[in-house]
Structures are given as C-alpha cells and as structure tokens.
C-alpha cells in the first residue's frame, strides 16, 4: 500500500555522509576498515587485507634505499561471486587515497576480432587517470585566483576604458557593475571575449596495432614559421563568458611538464589496477583451443604485474610498485589454473562471501550511498518525499535471497532491479504528485513483486 501526505518529508531520513579523502600517510589499517565499513557490507576479510596493502605500500617509502626498491606490493586476489562488492572495495579504496584507479576485464583481450589496444594500454590509462588527478588538484589550488583573474577580464570587457575618460572613472563603473555580475544580473548579456589560452591543435600519428598515438603539437614547435595560433576571440554571453575565462585562466596556471611528471610519479608510487574477470583467462586442466589464448593473455599481462617499464606520452612509468588487484568468481576454473608464475605475483587471496539476508538489507539500510537512499534522492527532485517502512526492506532482501539460490545469484545487485521494478509507476508519474510524501509498505512489496518472484521463469527475465 502507498500512502500520501502532502508536504511532508521522510523523518527518518539520515543525514548525507560527506565523502572523505586522507592523505595516504595518515591512514592506520583500522582506518581503512572504518573508512570501506561506510561504503560496503560485510567481507571484513577483504577489507582488512585492502588495509594492510594499503599500508604496506606507506612502510615501504619508511624503508631505507638499499631496500626499498626490492619490495614488492602485497597485490591481491579476491575470490568470490558477482555482486559482493569486490569492484566496489577497491573503487573505494582508490577514491579514499586519492589514487590513480584504473579497472580492466581480462577477458576484454580474448575476445575474437579484437583488435587495437595491447595489455600496455591499462598502464596508459592509469597515467591518464593520474594527470586528471593532479590536473584537478592543481586548479583547485588556483581556481580562486583565477576567478579574480576571469571577473576582472570580464569587466574590462563589460565596462571598456573610452579615450579620454580618466582611470578613475572606469574603475568605478566597474566596481559599480561587479555587484550584478556576481548576482547574474547581467549573465544574458551579449559580449566578445580573447581567449588567450588555448592549447594548439596537435597532430596525432598512430604508430600501429595496440600502440598508443604520439602526438605532436607542431604549432608550438615551428612558432609562427608554421603559421602558429594566436588569441581566438568570441562572441558569447557574460554567463558563458565567465566559465570560458576561467577555463582560460586555469589553462594559463598549470605547468604541463610539472603535471605529467608528478601524474607518473603518482601512477608508479599509489597507482592501483584492478584486473576483473580474471578467472575468465585461466585455462582448465585438459581444455584446448581456446585455452591457448587465455594463457596468451597471462603471459601478456605477467611482465606488467611483476614490473616493467611502459612508455606513455606523458613520459615513462615503471609498474614495479602499482597495486595489482585481481578478481574473479572462479565457478568453472580456480586460482590454480592461472599460470604459476603469475599465481605467485599475487600473494594474498581473500574469499568473499555471499551475501544472506542480513547482508542485503544491511546494504539497503547503511551505506552512506544505500540504494535507498539514492531512489529517495532521484525522487526528491520531482517534489517526491519516499519513504520504506522496515518490514517492505526485510521483504525485499527475503526476495533477493530466494531469487539469487533459484536463478543466478548476482549478489546485491539483484536489489537495483527490484527496486527500480518496485517504484516503477511511481517513477513515471511522480512529476504529477510534487509535495506528497510516499511511503512503500510492505503490501506494496507483496502486490508488485510476490508473484515476479514465485514464478521462477519469469523472474529469471524481469528480475
């Protein structure tokens, strides 16, 4: 049953967790845990673990030279069934660091006809990932100065100096108009900007099959005996106008060649790759054929785990230290029949657990970004106050249970389905029932899911 009450909002909503980022020297292994404890239920084993990779990477930097190069990370691989939150951990982790994430699908590579990146491309990714990163927190560091920096070209722009007005008189027309500018007053009007900032066009040469494109910016090489690019001017107005000069203002603040130096450092110090699917590319004890290439891939991917340099256009990264993470189900084959030499660059194996009903209602309930809560939030927008009552959740987690040991268990994300097939007709009129509050009950539950669920065939194609 739905019940409406206009204007009200859900009481027993909690309050939204901020996202937190440590600085990576500062964390203990039972911060970690408590830090992974908001994100993801239960798998106390895998966290720890994470925790204690985490942390054996920051010993390392302690150790003295003639050591530490010999040190080798505590990669890992997590064994257990989809869904359980082996992805999600290692997200988490990455995000909680501030560390260059990456994740790939081993089995991505044995795929017939593919064709074009090799294994060398997950490094250049995680590069990539980290020049964003460093990127990110350098223009956070100057955004505000070159906010100043955007308003007073805007006003210039907005309130030009006239020959012969004195200098006096156009700095107080400015001072007049940066009120209103600052409120937006004056965002629809038309101006024409400089922007001096621009990165050149460069050209990009492919140096073949799975080898990543090198490009050259031949403007800024040749100058103006190439015909270099000077200012670009534009007509746009004075909202769009302020973004474009900040943008502008930015690009003029960041040192490329600072950037990509401390994106590799970071990449080779804190990077961490995490290789799904894994036992997608393990071959099976008398299987042949496709086998070949599933071995094929291991061998490919073992000099990158155990460490080797890797050329990137924003220069060289060395793998030695990068966090390998590894995952996979393991239902056909198991961590064996990986090729031994690449078993033993993954030292520590952790098994995940299913998830029961306790877990899944847990995960509908705890996160600081429950599904829940997300559903409420998407809601909200429309003017949608939604609720669930405590027995509709314990409802839904019996169901995932029962349709997770009758069909192919997908752990928590069983729930995504059913949640979205519970509000579904309140999700496509919910623009017509702004300031109701909503509340899902457990005969709610029962009416739009019960007999989805007691009918095995068709759960196994709606849930």
Request: glycine share 8%; hydrophobic share 40%; charged share 30%.
């Amino acid at each position: 049953m739905v019940h409406y009450m206009p204007g009200a909002t859900d009481p027993d909503a909690p309050p939204a967790a901020p996202s937190r980022t440590v600085p990576a020297d500062a964390l203990t292994p039972a911060e970690v845990v408590a830090e992974l404890d908001r994100h993801v239920v239960g798998q106390g084993a895998a966290k720890r673990a994470l925790a204690l990779a985490l942390r054996s990477r920051l010993r390392r930097q302690s150790v003295g030279s003639e050591l530490r190069d010999e040190i080798t990370p505590r990669n890992l691989l997590l064994i257990g069934p989809t869904g359980v939150g082996k992805t999600e951990l290692a997200r988490r982790l990455a995000k909680l660091t501030a560390s260059p994430f990456v994740k790939v699908e081993a089995s991505k590579f044995t795929e017939v006809g593919y064709v074009g990146r090799d294994v060398e491309s997950l490094v250049r990714d995680l590069v990539a990932r980290a020049v964003q990163l460093v990127q990110e927190e350098q223009e956070a560091k100057s955004r505000e100065s070159a906010s100043e920096a955007a308003e007073r070209r805007l006003l210039e722009v907005l309130a030009p100096l006239t020959p012969g007005e004195a200098p006096e008189s156009v700095k107080e027309r400015r001072q007049e108009l940066l009120p209103q500018l600052r409120a937006g007053e004056l965002d629809d009007r038309q101006v024409e900007i400089e922007l001096s900032n621009q990165k050149p066009p460069g050209i990009s040469i492919f140096q073949g099959q799975g080898m990543e494109p090198v490009e050259f910016n031949l403007p800024g090489a040749l100058g103006k005996a190439f015909g270099g690019r000077g200012p670009e001017r534009r007509k746009t107005t004075v909202g769009q106008a302020r973004e474009l000069l900040l943008e502008d203002e930015l690009a003029g603040r960041l040192d490329e060649d600072a950037v990509n130096r401390e994106a590799c450092e970071r990449a080779e110090s804190s990077g961490i790759v995490f290789l799904d699917e894994i036992d997608k590319v393990a071959g099976r004890e008398g299987a042949r054929g496709p086998d070949v290439s599933r071995e094929g891939v291991q061998r490919d991917l073992l000099p990158i785990v155990e460490g080797c340099t890797v050329q990137t256009k924003w220069g060289t990264v060395r793998t030695d230290h990068v966090l390998f993470i590894a995952a996979g189900a393991f239902h056909v084959s198991k961590p064996s029949d990986l090729i031994p030499e690449l078993q033993g660059r993954f030292p520590v194996r952790v098994e995940l657990t299913s998830l029961g009903k306790d877990e899944l209602l847990r995960i509908l309930k705890e996160p600081a970004a429950s599904l829940t809560q997300q559903t409420k939030a998407l809601l909200a927008t429309e003017g949608v106050a939604l609720s669930f009552q405590d027995e509709a959740l314990e409802i839904l987690a019996d169901y995932a249970v029962k349709l997770n040991s009758t069909t192919e268990d997908i752990g928590a994300r069983r729930l995504h389905a059913m949640l979205e097939k519970l509000i579904e007709d309140l999700s496509f009129t919910a623009d017509q029932q702004a300031g109701e509050h909503v509340e899902i009950d457990a005969a709610l539950v029962h009416e739009k899911l019960g007999s989805i669920v007691s009918n095995e065939d068709h759960s196994r194609y709606v849930l």
